[in-house]
């Protein structure tokens, strides 16, 4: 998979101190990781990278919307996205990348490319469970919903109080009350 070329930051000629990144996330952004859960993607990414003499501070911002459907309903929404990350790169023997938080990359290194952690910052940003909004306000209309509305278990609490109670039980009820 070839890097995306307008993420990557050369950091060699930067100067000392706090330098500042835009990005605009569109679905094409999202076609180059093969991900296709989004019908609709607007997010600005905001990257403010620090140049320090011993390593690198990436702290990023991503606020937007995503049109995504709906896990019950499968209605299309937009769906917010905000989230934070921080990354400080460090310079090291060899490029290693097992925390997190951490990127160790190695002393001759000049650039580094950001579309891996943004692509990651934006699908951990999102809900594990998207749900309409309408569902929980009860203004969706929807086949789907009435069908599940149709469908669901109705009045198991009405059958039980219904139901004749056993009466063997009645009488283990009487010693528990005769104390």
């Given amino acids: 998979m070839k890097p995306l070329k307008e993420y990557t930051i050369q950091f060699v000629g930067l100067k000392l101190g706090k330098h500042h990144f835009e990005y605009q996330i569109d679905n094409k952004f999202f076609e180059h990781f093969e991900y296709d859960e989004f019908n609709d993607v607007d997010i600005s990414v905001d990257l403010l990278f620090e140049k320090k003499s011993t390593l690198l501070e990436l702290h990023f911002m991503v606020k937007g919307n995503v049109n995504v459907n709906c896990d019950t309903t499968n209605e299309p929404y937009d769906q ?16 290693n990348d097992e925390n997190e938080d951490i990127l160790i990359i190695s002393h001759g290194d000049y650039e580094i490319n950001v579309a891996q952690y943004i692509y990651e910052l934006i699908i951990l940003s999102m809900p594990t469970k998207r749900v309409h909004p309408g569902i929980a306000d009860g203004t969706l209309q929807s086949d789907i919903l009435e069908k599940l509305e149709e469908l669901s278990p109705k009045g198991l609490e009405e059958k039980e109080k219904t139901e004749e109670i056993d009466p063997r039980w009645n009488t283990l009820k009487k010693l528990l009350t005769d104390k």
């Fill in 80 to 95: 917010k996205v905000r989230g934070t990350f921080d990354l400080v790169v460090k310079f090291g023997e060899e490029y």
